[in-house]
C-alpha cells in the first residue's frame, strides 16, 4: 500500500507557473505508475499525465502537452509536475495517483489517491 500527499499548488496568473510535489510513502514505490488527475468545479476527474515505474516514458493528455512536464524520483520516492504556461482553463484541484498499469489516462486504473492541491489560475 502507498499513502500520498500533494503540495505545491496555489494561485498564479496566467502565463505563469507551477511545480507540483506527491510524495509517496511505502518501500515500492518504484513498482508503481504514477499519474497526475485534476478536477474542477462541476467536470469530471480528467487525465493529466502518467510516468511508468522507471520513468523511462510519460504520456500527457492533449491539453497540457508541450507545457507540463511530469518527472519522479525513486530515491526520494516523490513525482513531480512542472506546468508552465498555465492558462485560466487549468484551474483544477490535483491529485497524484498510484497504479500498476503503465501509459493508462483512466482513473480506475489507479488504485491510490493523494487528498489533491488546489491550483487557480488567474486571467
Known amino acids: 500500500q502507498v499513502q500520498l500527499v500533494e503540495s505545491g499548488g496555489g494561485l498564479v496568473q496566467a502565463g505563469g507557473s507551477l511545480r507540483l510535489s506527491c510524495a509517496a510513502s511505502g518501500r515500492t514505490f518504484s513498482s508503481y505508475a504514477m499519474g497526475w488527475f485534476r478536477q474542477a468545479p462541476g467536470k469530471e476527474r480528467e487525465f493529466v499525465a502518467t510516468i511508468t515505474w522507471g520513468g523511462q516514458s510519460t504520456y500527457y493528455a492533449d491539453s497540457v502537452k508541450g507545457r507540463f512536464t511530469i518527472s519522479r524520483d525513486n530515491i526520494k520516492n516523490a513525482v513531480y509536475l512542472q506546468m508552465n504556461s498555465l492558462k485560466p482553463e487549468d484551474t483544477a484541484v490535483y491529485y497524484c495517483?498510484?497504479?500498476?498499469?503503465?501509459?493508462?489516462?483512466?482513473?480506475?486504473?489507479?488504485?491510490?489517491w493523494g487528498q489533491g492541491t488546489q491550483v487557480t489560475v488567474s486571467s
Open positions: 495517483a498510484a497504479g500498476f498499469v503503465e501509459g493508462s489516462s483512466w482513473p480506475g486504473a489507479y488504485a491510490y
